[in-house]
């Protein structure tokens, strides 16, 4: 109400001629503001959506195989802990060229791995 009260005193400056022709302006005015209004509520939807899909990806980014990035995380590597290869890539790591396997994110050497339940 506080634009109202502003609108108010422009009104009193401005005197009682201009008073009437406003009157007439602010119908004509409607229409564009409806518009507005519209396209500010498709705006912040579009806002929204995108933060969705960007969380999303960012998710999808944490369950992915680091090395294949097609697959889901599904092995931790011991002794670093790290949960960050599928299986797949687990067994072509593990079995490449006889050395010792390492860990993709510290390059640690993989000394065992567990495929915790529920995955």
Do not use: W
């Not at 680091?66 to 931790?76: D, I, L, Q, R, T």
Request: with cysteine; aromatic share 0%.
């Amino acid at each position: 109400m506080r634009s109202r009260a502003a609108v108010n005193a422009l009104e009193e400056a401005m005197g009682a001629g201009q008073r009437a022709s406003r009157q007439h302006t602010l119908p004509a005015l409607q229409p564009l503001l409806t518009r507005a209004r519209a396209v500010h509520t498709a705006l912040q939807a579009d806002l929204v959506a995108a933060e969705n899909e960007r969380r999303l990806q960012a998710l999808e980014a944490r369950l992915t195989c680091v090395v294949c990035m097609e697959a889901e995380k599904s092995v931790m590597l011991l002794p670093c802990t790290h949960m960050c290869m599928c299986e797949a890539c687990t067994h072509r790591i593990r079995s490449a060229d006889g050395r010792a396997a390492q860990c993709p994110v510290c390059r640690q050497r993989i000394a065992s791995t567990v495929q915790p339940k529920g995955l």
